[in-house]
């Protein structure tokens, strides 16, 4: 995720002070079963230059605070990321997630993927399990499209950038996916799928999911 030019190169304050300035991280408005929701916006995510410390410890006094005692859905934009640029990588994600107190990861009750990818479909559905403890993959709902994410969060209390929209548009006229509405691929999963190395999965856990 980072490398000692990048983040070392930063103090932890100013690695905060640019998470804070890049507005990666909002909590804003609701679902539509009134549970809180964060929005998480990966391409703003400077991840050369914020390490997995700086970016846990950011969470715990910045955003966790304002989620403690509540129900809460997050949605995460994926829309535009690029691996050299903004990809964290599923190991870093892993760790911030396995950071969280209990108590905010039982609240946490859905994930709303917006723009997956195939790729990153493929490597969740394939590795999900296997990477994320405590049931969070189960929690995903892949929405396609943005008009899709509006029959989950109410559309007048979340604010998307523009720049989600004018992919959306794109992806219109040029469609990679089926057009479903939101879903999770776990479903689709059975018992009968073949046994997984996980020396295989910690070697691809460090990629991005672009």
């Known amino acids: ?84 640029e903004n990809c964290p990588g599923i190991s870093a994600l892993r760790s ?34 296997l990477l994320f403890a405590g049931g969070l993959y189960e929690k995903i709902r892949y929405v396609n499209r943005v008009e899709f994410l509006w029959e989950e969060v109410r559309r007048k209390e979340v604010e998307l950038p523009e720049f989600v929209y004018e992919i959306d548009d794109e992806m219109e006229h040029r469609p990679i996916m089926a057009d479903s509405g939101s879903e999770s691929d776990h479903l689709r999963l059975h018992h009968g799928a073949p046994f997984m190395d996980p020396a295989a999965v910690s070697s691809y856990s460090m990629r991005c999911i672009a």
């Open 96 to 129: 911030i997630y396995e950071a969280f107190p209990v108590s905010v990861k039982r609240n946490l009750e859905a994930v709303y993927f917006v723009h997956p990818g195939l790729q990153a479909r493929l490597f969740l559905a394939t590795f999900g399990r």
């Open 1 to 84: 995720m980072d490398s000692p030019a990048t983040s070392a190169a930063l103090s932890d304050s100013q690695q905060h002070r640019l998470l804070h300035k890049l507005d990666l991280f909002r909590l804003q408005g609701r679902d539509r079963r009134g549970r809180a929701v964060l929005r998480v916006v990966a391409k703003f995510f400077p991840a050369r230059y914020v390490s997995v410390e700086a970016l846990t410890k950011y969470l715990e006094e910045r955003i966790l605070p304002g989620l403690e005692g509540r129900k809460f859905a997050v949605v995460y934009v994926h829309t535009g990321v690029r691996r050299s």
